[in-house]
């Protein structure tokens, strides 16, 4: 266990805020975060200060101002194949019945720490041919908080592989598990995030993953890119397709249209897309044929209930912010939903003052309010 005070997060937000704690604790098995849970509840001598935040890297983050209590971070680090033995995954069904049933299928339950690169996992699936998260290849952040985000892109979420979320209560103190079904999985949302929020340390998780192919190629251009891909290795079947080609083409998309946070900081998507009345949208619809032509379609998503979900992305590059300076901050001039750290220099004023021009510039040409999607600190 490594304890440190007066930390700098600078490295610990992909934002690059400079900004620090009072206390940071990083921890490397879940015995040392049952340790933990004594002190911070006083029954240890060396007693943590309060408030108390778990993060992974950072990168769904913003730091506001420094944090006045106690980092956690899990350096809980390991990827294991389970053969059932050992392990218990469900009531009056042995562990080596589950497995041996998957097998049949083509399938395996994977086991990764919650300290675990996100990325790591994707390459280490598919260097063994695995199939499941090659469509989720480059999102930044560890195993532990994709579990609680549910991360998502081109058409797979982590909700879809996960088999089960090992935690830490830190309400009784004790080991729990959850089966996917129970961790109220929704759009990059789950029960960690909302009604459980603060309550359960994520400490490993364990996927279904695939030796069979199972490609999803029909989000956006995925499948175009991949076709292109196998123009370019000269190979025209679809028995080429391997998960690290997926992968490999799904990196590629990612890094001609996202900033990488070693370069320029941010934390991704800054916004959730809205959700509004389909009154509304009709509203937005008809100013943008007046703007555009009579054949012109606002890019929207049909969301039930009279509701329709226009991209956050469109709204702020209608309203010209894509490549917005402000000072040491902006929005990314290929990405308008992306609010950069540009020279790494700028604050976290700097960073909320983009924010609020981008909800008044939306909110002023469309009657649209923007929420955050990404979690002020
Ligand atoms: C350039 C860029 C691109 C991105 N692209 C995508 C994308 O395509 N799709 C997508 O879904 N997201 C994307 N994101 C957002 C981000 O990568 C994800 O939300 C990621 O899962 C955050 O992981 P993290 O380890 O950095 O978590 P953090 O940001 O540190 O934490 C996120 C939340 O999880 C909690 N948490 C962290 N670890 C644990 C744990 N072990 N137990 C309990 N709670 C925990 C924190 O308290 C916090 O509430 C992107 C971000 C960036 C910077």
């Not at 983050?61 to 956690?72: A, E, I, N, Q, W």
């Not at 049949?104 to 675990?116: N, P, S, T, Y």
């Not at 979320?165 to 789950?190: H, I, M, N, P, Q």
Request: hydrophobic share 40%.
């Amino acid at each position: 266990m490594k304890t440190s005070h007066n930390m700098d997060l600078r490295a610990w937000n992909t934002f690059g805020m400079k900004v620090s704690c009072a206390c940071f604790v990083e921890y490397g098995t879940v015995e040392e975060l049952e340790e933990l849970w004594k002190m911070r509840h006083g029954m240890s001598p060396d007693g943590l200060p309060s408030p108390f935040l778990h993060i992974g890297k950072g990168s769904n983050l913003l730091f506001t101002k420094d944090f006045p209590g106690t980092v956690f971070h899990s350096d809980i680090r390991f990827i294991s194949v389970l053969e059932g033995a050992g392990h218990q995954y469900q009531a009056g069904v042995s562990a080596a019945e589950i497995c041996a049933d998957l097998a049949a299928d083509g399938k395996m339950l994977v086991e990764a720490g919650a300290g675990v690169l996100w990325d790591d996992f994707c390459l280490w699936c598919a260097e063994r041919g695995l199939w499941g998260p090659e469509n989720l290849s480059g999102i930044p952040g560890e195993v532990g908080a994709a579990a609680v985000q549910n991360i998502g892109a081109y058409g797979v979420e982590a909700k879809d592989i996960i088999f089960q979320v090992k935690c830490f209560d830190c309400v009784t103190g004790r080991r729990v598990a959850f089966k996917a079904s129970e961790c109220g999985y929704g759009y990059r949302d789950s029960m960690f995030k909302d009604s459980a929020k603060g309550r359960y340390v994520v400490t490993s998780v364990v996927f279904t993953l695939s030796s069979v192919p199972v490609p999803r190629l029909d989000y956006g251009h995925v499948k175009e890119a991949v076709n292109a891909a196998f123009e370019t290795a000269g190979n025209h079947t679809e028995a080429g397709l391997s998960s690290m080609l997926v992968r490999n083409v799904i990196l590629s998309i990612r890094n001609a249209k996202l900033p990488d946070p070693a370069v320029i900081g941010s934390a991704g998507s800054f916004f959730k897309n809205p959700v509004i009345p389909r009154s509304d949208y009709e509203r937005i619809a008809s100013v943008a044929r007046i703007e555009h032509g009579a054949d012109y379609e606002v890019p929207h998503y049909d969301a039930g209930s009279g509701f329709i979900k226009v991209p956050a992305a469109w709204l702020l590059d209608q309203c010209g912010l894509k490549g917005l300076v402000a000072g040491n901050a902006g929005i990314y001039e290929k990405q308008p939903l992306v609010i950069v750290n540009l020279t790494g220099n700028a604050s976290p004023s700097e960073i909320l003052a983009v924010e609020a021009m981008a909800v008044k510039a939306v909110y002023e040409k469309f009657g649209v309010t923007l929420h955050p999607e990404v979690e002020h600190v």
